[in-house]
């Protein structure tokens, strides 16, 4: 059974930075590319970031670009996030999500339950 | 960037009765659309991909169909599980984009 384990979220002040980590098992890890999604409260969903299976190709949303790093480390079956000058609106529920294949397809067949990152003074 | 937008918002069906929520993309998608099913309190879940194909263990009740720009997702007889938030999302380019949702309600 895929299993996917958020963890990291909680309160950080804008302008700090935040590592989330999700821990996968239930499958080859690293046969799949990644993604990080991401849900503000009450509202809809926002593809976020993306990595190959390798760590060959990644990709992030504008929104997020330049300061949010995405990798994983498939010994240890985790992927991550680093988030780095918070703002407000990065306040989310993050989602670890798994593709279908090896590079990104950008559709996503199982999710985690998700880590909430809150961006407050 | 290709946009999707669903319609309508919000929808109210009775149980037993069919329910159609609408998707539509600002440019040709071919069938790269998924839908999701998302519950309160709970991640998405992947119900079709390739505008058609359900995902593994997804009832036949269940059905979506469409390519280009006007895609359906259409469920034959709502069941109580079934009322929840359904997104559509596009994954022809980058970025990935996700419709703003329907929310599935009970009449």
């Known amino acids: 059974e895929v299993q996917l384990l958020e963890s990291g979220g909680g309160l950080v002040q804008p302008g700090r930075s935040l590592r989330v980590s999700c821990a996968a098992s239930?499958?080859?890890?690293?046969?799949?590319?990644m993604h990080w999604v991401r849900q503000a409260p009450g509202k809809g969903l926002e593809w976020v970031s993306s990595?190959?299976?390798?760590?060959?190709?990644?990709g992030h949303a504008d929104s997020v670009k330049g300061r949010f790093t995405i990798s994983r480390d498939n010994a240890k079956n985790s992927l991550y996030l680093q988030m780095n000058s918070l703002t407000a609106e990065d306040t989310a529920l993050y989602y670890c999500?798994?593709?279908?294949?090896?590079?990104?397809?950008?559709?996503?067949?199982?999710w985690g339950q998700g880590t909430l990152v809150t961006v407050s003074s | 960037e290709i946009v999707v937008t669903q319609s309508p918002a919000t929808l109210s069906v009775s149980p037993g009765e069919r329910a159609t929520l609408s998707c539509r993309a600002s440019?040709?998608?071919?069938?790269?659309l998924a839908w999701y099913q998302q519950k309160p309190g709970q991640a998405p879940r992947l119900l079709i991909s390739?505008?058609?194909t359900r995902a593994t263990g997804i009832p036949a009740r269940f059905s979506g169909s469409g390519s280009g720009t006007e895609f359906t997702l259409t469920i034959s007889s709502l069941q109580s599980e079934d009322f929840a938030v359904y997104y559509c999302?596009?994954?022809?380019?980058?970025?990935?984009?996700f419709g703003q949702g329907t929310r599935l309600e009970i009449k």
């Open positions: 999500a798994k593709d279908i294949g090896p590079a990104p397809s950008y559709f996503f067949d199982f």
């Open positions: 239930g499958f080859t890890f690293d046969d799949y590319a």
């Open positions: 990595i190959s299976y390798n760590s060959g190709g990644m």
């Open positions: 440019q040709s998608v071919s069938n790269n």
């Open positions: 390739g505008a058609s």
């Open positions: 999302q596009q994954y022809e380019n980058w970025p990935p984009l």
